[in-house]
């Protein structure tokens, strides 16, 4: 997190930092602060300081009439830095006792008035995706999805609708696709709606790769609008996938599963502390089928959700800490989302997750002109678009590192290692270690395949 | 809350019928549809879908009579939330 520390140091630095003619730096007032990285790019500023304008007025009181003094032995210094949102309490709370001159320590937050939201326009189009996701890069090093199964579970996929989108066929793998009990029609043929959009983003990256069409998500479907399932469907799903994977011979073994869905509310959930609560307990049964799958070599992403400050969907319900369940599994990626100009989208949740706390691990695009499944001038949007983009890498990266050779622990640290780091401090709860980088990717891979010869 | 979730070990190869056999559960207690479902093969860990009362009396939180002549489920009643799309944002 990014804050303001304010200092009153020396009168004479305090005379100093308030005279425009001499020059002075971050460091001169605020070196070594413990557990901050201070940003020497900003000049400290001093502050003037409130005081009561009447004799025998409150002097802690800013509800009366105030003078604001400069003379250095009442003003202060403000300096700019950044603390791991991690230890932010514990930085805060030490710091006044390790530093004496430290007064009081503020947020700093983002000036940004024009962060994407639903409604917006999309931000570019899904050839600047390619571009962004070094598609040429990939397909050189020979990373194009050939041949690796990518579960989209989902509403159902409409394979003709993606391949005409794309402007070049997609493969459907029958066999290995799955329905629940309740969901009649046959994998790639169902209506044209959200599982075709995430269909369609996961194959940016890697557009050899063969879906699996899981439509869970069409399990209780009522009418013609409602599109939502039982958590209990997703679970049978897994362990359909856990067939899957392990039928797979050992040496060419890989299967990436994309989940852009969620729980927005925990009116249907046993409170947190009940053995039986699914958003912040992993001994639930969801929870552990996924780290299952995970252990079995399964690589799983799931979407962060959109329940972020700045523009947050209107169905999300939990009060704090939206990243909840399995999209908070610690073996699973958390994906959040940015626009394509590289900034967050306001609606992209942030963390800390409830299973585990560095949540979201990653961002990836979305809010761009893709699929058009939404709507002919709606974008691919929600992290429900950036969930499968990153996917899609990771199924391009799975073409030549199968799991026994690349396990989906060691690719999600790769993953979170090579990230565009969007901050001074490595993780934030925003961009999580950063944004999925297809560059770091290859020349992280590259390293590691000259170190195995 | 509606239907929840329940775990039960059994030794391989399980079926709905050993499983409601072992917690003593009947037929209209329990979503046959949905079966026996596996999560994790090495543990012979299976889960079943069962109706709020089956699950607070055989579930091992649950509040229904404990001892040995009582029959229990391994976990449960664990919550069967609504999941949905995320996405587009509204």
């Known amino acids: 997190m990014r804050v303001l520390i304010q200092l009153r140091p020396s009168p004479d630095l305090v005379a100093a930092v308030a005279d425009p003619s001499v020059p002075s730096s971050a460091s001169d007032v605020a070196d070594d602060l413990p557990g901050i990285v201070i940003d020497h790019a900003y000049a400290p500023v001093a502050v003037p300081r409130p005081m009561p304008a009447v004799p025998g007025g409150d002097p802690l009181s800013l509800n009366q009439p105030l003078v604001f003094s400069m003379a250095p032995q009442d003003a202060s210094v403000v300096v700019r830095g950044e603390i791991a949102d991690d230890e932010l309490t514990s930085r805060i709370a030490l710091l006044p ?9 503020y947020a700093d937050p983002a000036i940004e008035t024009t962060l994407t939201c639903a409604g917006d326009p999309p931000v570019g189009d899904w050839h600047d995706v390619e571009r962004l996701l070094r598609l040429p890069d990939l397909a050189a090093e020979g990373l194009d999805g050939s041949g690796v199964p990518l579960a989209v579970i989902d509403t159902g996929i409409n394979a003709a609708y993606v391949s005409a989108a794309r402007g070049r066929e997609v493969t459907v793998d029958h066999e290995r696709s799955w329905n629940p009990k309740s969901v009649s029609g046959t994998p790639g043929a169902f209506a044209v709606d959200h599982g075709s959009m995430c269909a369609f983003d996961a194959l940016i990256a890697a557009p050899n790769a063969s879906l699996v069409d899981v439509p869970v998500l069409l399990s209780r479907r009522q009418g013609g609008s409602t599109l939502d399932g039982l958590l209990s469907d997703a679970i049978a799903a897994y362990a359909h996938l856990r ?60 979407a962060a959700g959109n329940c972020g400050t700045q523009c947050r969907d209107s169905r999300c319900a ?16 958390s994906i959040g989302g940015i626009d394509t100009a590289g900034s967050r989208v306001g609606y992209s949740s942030q963390g800390p997750g409830r299973l585990a706390a560095r949540k979201p691990d990653l961002c990836a695009y979305t809010h761009f002109t893709g699929s058009g499944a939404l709507g002919d001038t709606e ?6 678009a950036a969930c499968p983009v990153a996917a899609g890498l990771v ?11 690349l396990s989906p622990a060691q690719l999600r640290t790769l ?22 980088d297809a560059a770091g990717v290859i020349a992280a891979l590259r390293r590691r395949a000259a170190k195995a010869a | 809350m509606a239907d929840v979730l329940i775990t039960v070990r059994l030794p391989a190869p399980a079926t709905l019928e050993s ?20 999560i994790d093969p090495r543990r012979n860990l299976y889960v079943l879908r069962v109706t709020e009362s089956a699950g607070r009396r055989v579930g091992d939180t649950g509040a229904g009579p404990r001892g040995g002549d009582h029959p229990r489920a391994d976990g449960g009643p664990y ?9 587009p944002p509204r």
């Open chain 1, 97 to 105: 006792a390790t530093r004496r001159d430290v007064v009081a320590v």
């Open chain 1, 243 to 302: 067939e899957v994977l392990d039928a797979q011979p050992a040496e060419s073994r890989a299967l990436v599963v994309t989940n852009s869905w969620g729980s927005f509310s925990p009116r249907w959930d046993f409170p947190p502390g009940h053995p039986g609560n699914y958003s912040d307990n992993p001994a639930h049964p969801f929870n552990l089928i996924v780290g299952s799958l995970a252990e079995a070599g399964a690589d799983i992403l799931f």
């Open chain 1, 318 to 333: 939990y009060p704090d800490r939206p990243i909840v369940g399995a999209n908070s599994h610690p073996r699973a990626l």
């Open chain 1, 379 to 384: 974008p691919d949007s929600g992290t429900s």
């Open chain 1, 395 to 405: 199924a391009a990266v799975r073409t030549r590192w199968p799991s026994t050779t």
């Open chain 1, 415 to 436: 993953l979170r290692r090579t990230a565009d780091d969007r901050s001074a401090v490595g993780y934030d709860h925003d961009y999580g270690y950063g944004v999925v």
């Open chain 2, 19 to 38: 499983a409601m056999r072992h917690l003593e559960l009947a037929e209209d207690e329990v979503d046959t549809a949905y079966g026996l479902v596996p």
């Open chain 2, 79 to 87: 919550s069967d939330p609504p999941i949905e799309p995320y996405g």
